[in-house]
């Protein structure tokens, strides 16, 4: 047997790299869920600066991973708060207010009535959007 001739060098530790990546990349398809998605960005992104603290000290090798996992993240997070200030809109904005208005009109009678009335005046707004573009 002979003698080890020096320290042995150590793998690189890409694994937070990976991990932001990849949950960068799919919270943008988890936004389809609203709040998955941007929990998975918010924590592509610190994993994503963990993994990059990691390349600094020489511990992992992975930059462009943590770099894409941490604009994945942002990107997600973006997304959200866009559908958000979309859907904001159209439930508070002048649309959504026409159609609360609408619904406020046939609030009583039977159940069926009620759910014929509710279809008529979302057609009503689907409509009105239309002719606005």
Request: aromatic share 6%; net charge positive.
């Amino acid at each position: 047997m002979t003698a080890a001739s020096g320290p042995t060098p150590t793998a690189p530790r890409n694994g937070l790299g990976t991990a932001a990546l990849g949950l960068g990349a799919f919270s943008i398809p988890l936004l389809v869920l609203l709040g998955p998605g941007l929990l998975a960005g918010i924590v592509a992104i610190v994993l994503g600066l963990f993994a990059l603290r990691r390349v600094r000290n020489g511990e992992a090798t992975n930059r462009r991973s943590a770099r894409a996992g941490i604009a994945l993240g942002a990107v997600g997070i973006l997304l959200f708060a866009g559908l958000q200030a979309y859907g904001f809109y159209y439930t508070r904005g002048p649309a959504g207010e026409r159609y609360q208005d609408c619904v406020r009109q046939v609030a009583d009678g039977s159940r069926e009535a009620r759910t014929q009335a509710f279809q008529v005046c979302a057609e009503r707004l689907a409509q009105e959007r239309e002719r606005a573009g």
